[in-house]
């Protein structure tokens, strides 16, 4: 017949497919109602069989037909998968079932195969320990619901564990319970790729521990007990990585008053990582310390804190506290303080993987055919062309929880630079992020700012404050992986702020103010003409590789509503002058911009407009509105022969007379990007203020040869 197992099964069994008993063949005979009852059964458990056989009392004891009589006698084996589990023993009120003396005897050749009993989602978990030898007496519970369980014993022989953890054999296991009330001891030895794996240790009492972990009642403390307390030490090797624990807890039967010294050390984490199951970083020369406790003695199923921990490896040295009470709304604080980052040994090690040592017979196994590592989820979906990713911000992680998080980093370095004095203090409350101070001795100059996160308003909004006065280019670029070098000094405003769910979102809903610029430094051309072709201008516009002087940088843009609007852009440069204008719409990211390099024309400089129109993922330069060349022209044809030219007289002719107004120059541009803030005034010569047009390095382009839709107009000249 088929019983599906349902109401009051346990969840683990029926969370992944309905729990089929399947039985076969149901026999049960006896001499009489009064004689004791022979039972053979055959069954399937989700398809895979198992059987019972054995004597137990009479039947009489079961309807009620008798009454009193001596105890109920058990001789059960159950039989499946090569184990057997015999039950012995007898039960004084069967109908009850209460009463029971039960001693339990269960064996196994291998353990994997049993793992067909279990849940599809347990079954990886089980470990194919070999001869595997289970005792344990059960009495009726004294008090509570939990059965007086007694001399349990388990053991195990010599097992290859291999497809459970790659590299792992067992020697022997032996695990001792005299009684819930006493204290769990534990043997293990084995191996683990070539190196010796062991674990020794005893903890007890167990019986309140467990009580506390399935959520049973406390037990009231019997009259002359002692006081209640539950003591830990454990020690465990891996090779050469270390583990310890200490202490106890002085209510058990709460998990509360929790005191344990932990401490490891670890000389290459990434060994660990077949053991952990996991792919770990190859961070090295790990020393680990802390104190376990419940803050405030709350019970580790409410709060969890870690004190005076202290943290020492090759890549990093840090220390200090931190706490996470649980409940609907977790709340986390810490105070962390870090001596030294090597940010970019961190990285790199956890993108490490040590290959498996020679001794173990091990080699790497390479992934199946057709069946690559997952790629990360597009920042946009499929069909969108925008740069802006419109995916979910996750701000529900900022409605989920609370904390306080206080951060300093004397020392990070990354990239070959150094980053010091770093200091953060996020503080999170009812889904608001407050991140202030933000600052550090970056590699430029000190950086300063502030982050303001409301996730808790619909839509949510951020707001980004940052001043950096005094911040060097080369470090910069960098970091962000650029060409060439730079020596320049550039100061940093911003004050934005958005509202959205995503960063597409934001940015269109974006209001506030961005200011950029440098003065006096020094930048290599090919560089220069990396970042301008970035921008969407011709390549080769700044000339040959070699050192530009960059008498001035300065760019303001003012944004309202996602509307970005460039107030101020200005580049001085010994090879390039130039100045924009325009704006940029962050809702659909079109461009409108326009240019203005200078150019040699009868040798003199002028301005030739371009317009950079299109998206920022596809943006297209091309020739600027009329309006912009005519001002071009008009001025080409004062300095083309003073204007008594044939060139000159025409655009006279055509009432094409120059602006007396000067392009934006470096004073109002740097003005306009400091936001009130002082700063150097401009001491090198650039290009408006009569710095050389020949090239640098001896070869390469002059900067007034440059390609693009002004060579057509360069061509009337020349």
């Given at each position: 017949?088929?019983?599906?197992?349902?109401?009051g099964?346990?969840?683990?069994?029926?969370?992944?497919?309905?729990?089929?008993?399947?039985?076969?063949?149901?026999?049960?005979?006896?001499?009489?109602?009064?004689?004791p009852?022979?039972?053979?059964?055959?069954?399937?458990?989700?398809g895979?069989?198992?059987?019972?056989?054995?004597?137990?009392?009479?039947?009489?004891?079961?309807?009620?037909?008798a009454a009193?009589?001596?105890?109920?006698?058990?001789?059960?084996?159950?039989?499946?998968?090569?184990?057997?589990?015999?039950i012995?023993?007898?039960?004084?009120?069967?109908?009850?079932?209460?009463?029971?003396?039960?001693?339990?005897?269960?064996?196994?050749?291998?353990l994997?195969?049993?793992?067909?009993?279990?849940?599809?989602?347990?079954?990886a978990?089980?470990?194919?320990?070999?001869?595997?030898?289970l005792?344990?007496?059960?009495?009726?519970p004294?008090?509570g619901?939990?059965?007086a369980?007694?001399?349990?014993?388990?053991?195990a022989?010599?097992?290859?564990?291999?497809?459970?953890?790659?590299g792992l054999?067992?020697?022997?296991?032996?695990?001792?319970?005299?009684?819930?009330?006493?204290?769990?001891?534990?043997?293990?030895?084995g191996?683990y790729?070539?190196?010796?794996?062991?674990?020794?240790g005893?903890?007890?009492?167990?019986?309140?521990?467990?009580?506390?972990?399935?959520?049973m009642?406390a037990?009231?403390?019997?009259?002359?007990?002692?006081?209640?307390?539950?003591?830990?030490?454990?020690?465990a090797?891996?090779?050469?990585?270390?583990?310890n624990?200490?202490?106890?807890?002085?209510?058990?039967?709460?998990?509360?008053?929790?005191?344990?010294?932990l401490?490891?050390?670890?000389?290459?984490?990434?060994?660990?990582?077949?053991l952990?199951?996991?792919?770990?970083?190859?961070?090295?020369n790990?020393?680990i310390?802390?104190?376990?406790?419940?803050?405030?003695?709350?019970?580790l199923?409410?709060?969890?804190?870690?004190?005076?921990?202290?943290?020492?490896?090759?890549?990093?040295?840090f220390?200090?506290?931190?706490s996470l009470?649980?409940?609907?709304?977790?709340?986390?604080?810490?105070?962390?303080?870090?001596?030294?980052?090597?940010?970019?040994?961190?990285?790199?090690?956890a993108?490490?993987?040590?290959?498996?040592?020679?001794?173990?017979?091990?080699?790497?196994?390479?992934?199946?055919a057709?069946q690559?590592?997952?790629?990360?989820?597009?920042?946009?979906?499929?069909?969108?062309?925008?740069?802006?990713?419109?995916?979910?911000?996750?701000?529900n992680?900022?409605?989920?929880?609370?904390?306080?998080?206080?951060?300093?980093?004397?020392?990070?370095?990354?990239?070959?630079?150094?980053?010091q004095?770093?200091?953060?203090?996020?503080?999170?409350?009812?889904g608001?992020l407050?991140?202030?101070?933000i600052?550090?001795?970056?590699?430029?100059?000190?950086?300063?700012?502030?982050?303001?996160?409301?996730?808790?308003?619909?839509?949510?909004?951020?707001?980004?404050?940052?001043?950096?006065p005094?911040?060097?280019?080369?470090?910069?670029?960098?970091?962000?992986?650029?060409?060439?070098?730079?020596?320049?000094?550039?100061?940093?405003?911003?004050n934005?702020?958005?509202?959205?769910?995503?960063?597409?979102?934001?940015?269109?809903?974006?209001?506030?103010?961005?200011?950029?610029?440098?003065?006096?430094?020094e930048?290599?051309?090919?560089?220069?003409?990396?970042?301008?072709?970035?921008?969407?201008?011709?390549?080769?516009?700044?000339?040959?590789?070699?050192?530009?002087?960059?008498r001035?940088?300065?760019?303001?843009?003012?944004t309202?509503?996602?509307l970005?609007?460039?107030?101020?852009?200005?580049?001085?440069?010994?090879?390039?002058?130039m100045?924009?204008?325009?704006?940029?719409?962050?809702?659909?990211?079109?461009?409108?911009?326009?240019?203005?390099?200078?150019?040699?024309?009868?040798?003199?400089?002028?301005?030739?407009?371009?317009?950079?129109?299109?998206?920022?993922?596809?943006?297209?330069?091309?020739?600027?509105?009329a309006?912009?060349?005519?001002q071009?022209?008009?001025?080409?044809?004062?300095?083309?022969?003073?204007?008594?030219?044939?060139?000159?007289?025409l655009?006279?002719?055509?009432?094409?007379?120059?602006?007396?107004?000067?392009?934006?120059g470096?004073?109002?541009?740097?003005?306009?990007?400091r936001?009130?803030?002082?700063?150097?005034?401009?001491?090198?010569?650039?290009?408006?203020?009569?710095?050389s047009?020949?090239?640098?390095g001896?070869?390469?382009?002059?900067?007034?040869?440059?390609?693009?839709?002004?060579?057509?107009l360069?061509?009337?000249?020349?």
């Amino acid at each position: 017949m088929l019983v599906p197992l349902s109401g009051g099964a346990p969840a683990a069994l029926t969370a992944q497919r309905p729990t089929v008993l399947h039985i076969a063949r149901f026999s049960g005979s006896a001499a009489s109602l009064d004689s004791p009852l022979l039972l053979s059964i055959d069954a399937q458990y989700n398809g895979t069989p198992f059987s019972i056989s054995g004597t137990t009392g009479p039947v009489s004891r079961l309807t009620g037909s008798a009454a009193g009589g001596a105890p109920w006698p058990v001789d059960l084996t159950v039989s499946g998968q090569g184990a057997q589990l015999h039950i012995t023993g007898r039960i004084a009120h069967p109908r009850k079932a209460d009463g029971y003396a039960l001693h339990l005897h269960a064996t196994a050749p291998d353990l994997a195969p049993l793992a067909a009993y279990l849940p599809a989602a347990a079954r990886a978990d089980l470990p194919p320990l070999q001869k595997v030898d289970l005792r344990a007496d059960l009495r009726p519970p004294v008090e509570g619901a939990m059965p007086a369980v007694t001399n349990v014993s388990l053991t195990a022989g010599t097992s290859d564990l291999t497809t459970w953890r790659k590299g792992l054999s067992l020697r022997s296991l032996n695990i001792t319970l005299p009684a819930l009330d006493r204290a769990v001891n534990v043997a293990l030895a084995g191996s683990y790729q070539g190196s010796q794996v062991g674990l020794e240790g005893k903890a007890g009492p167990v019986g309140p521990v467990l009580d506390a972990a399935l959520g049973m009642p406390a037990k009231p403390p019997l009259p002359g007990a002692p006081a209640e307390r539950f003591t830990i030490s454990a020690a465990a090797r891996v090779g050469k990585a270390l583990f310890n624990v200490a202490g106890g807890m002085a209510s058990p039967s709460k998990l509360a008053g929790v005191a344990m010294k932990l401490s490891a050390t670890i000389p290459n984490l990434a060994k660990l990582s077949d053991l952990a199951g996991a792919e770990l970083p190859a961070w090295t020369n790990i020393g680990i310390s802390g104190l376990l406790t419940d803050p405030g003695g709350q019970s580790l199923t409410r709060a969890v804190a870690l004190n005076g921990l202290a943290v020492s490896s090759t890549q990093a040295q840090f220390g200090g506290a931190f706490s996470l009470t649980l409940g609907p709304r977790p709340d986390l604080q810490a105070v962390i303080h870090a001596s030294r980052v090597d940010l970019s040994g961190l990285l790199g090690a956890a993108r490490q993987r040590p290959a498996p040592p020679a001794s173990s017979g091990a080699s790497p196994t390479p992934a199946p055919a057709g069946q690559p590592h997952p790629a990360p989820a597009p920042a946009n979906p499929a069909g969108s062309t925008g740069v802006i990713p419109t995916a979910p911000l996750p701000f529900n992680l900022l409605r989920a929880a609370d904390g306080n998080v206080e951060l300093t980093i004397d020392k990070l370095t990354y990239a070959g630079a150094n980053y010091q004095a770093l200091t953060a203090h996020a503080l999170l409350r009812n889904g608001v992020l407050t991140v202030r101070p933000i600052s550090g001795e970056l590699p430029g100059g000190p950086v300063s700012g502030a982050l303001m996160v409301n996730a808790a308003s619909n839509p949510p909004s951020i707001r980004l404050v940052e001043q950096a006065p005094a911040f060097r280019l080369g470090p910069l670029l960098r970091l962000l992986g650029e060409p060439g070098s730079a020596s320049a000094t550039v100061q940093l405003y911003a004050n934005l702020a958005g509202a959205g769910s995503t960063a597409h979102d934001i940015a269109a809903s974006l209001n506030g103010t961005l200011g950029v610029s440098t003065v006096n430094g020094e930048i290599d051309g090919a560089l220069l003409d990396h970042l301008l072709t970035a921008a969407g201008l011709p390549a080769g516009i700044a000339g040959a590789q070699g050192p530009v002087q960059l008498r001035c940088f300065a760019t303001r843009i003012d944004t309202t509503n996602g509307l970005a609007r460039i107030r101020a852009l200005t580049l001085d440069s010994s090879r390039l002058f130039m100045t924009g204008g325009g704006s940029v719409d962050l809702a659909t990211e079109g461009l409108n911009v326009v240019l203005k390099p200078q150019t040699t024309i009868g040798g003199a400089a002028t301005p030739i407009p371009l317009a950079i129109t299109g998206t920022l993922g596809r943006p297209v330069t091309g020739a600027a509105p009329a309006g912009d060349y005519a001002q071009a022209i008009a001025a080409a044809g004062q300095r083309v022969g003073g204007g008594q030219t044939l060139f000159g007289r025409l655009t006279r002719q055509l009432g094409l007379a120059p602006h007396t107004a000067r392009p934006q120059g470096c004073t109002t541009a740097l003005a306009l990007a400091r936001m009130g803030h002082p700063g150097p005034a401009p001491t090198t010569v650039g290009l408006a203020a009569g710095g050389s047009h020949g090239s640098a390095g001896g070869g390469g382009k002059s900067p007034g040869a440059v390609s693009g839709p002004q060579n057509l107009l360069q061509s009337l000249f020349h």
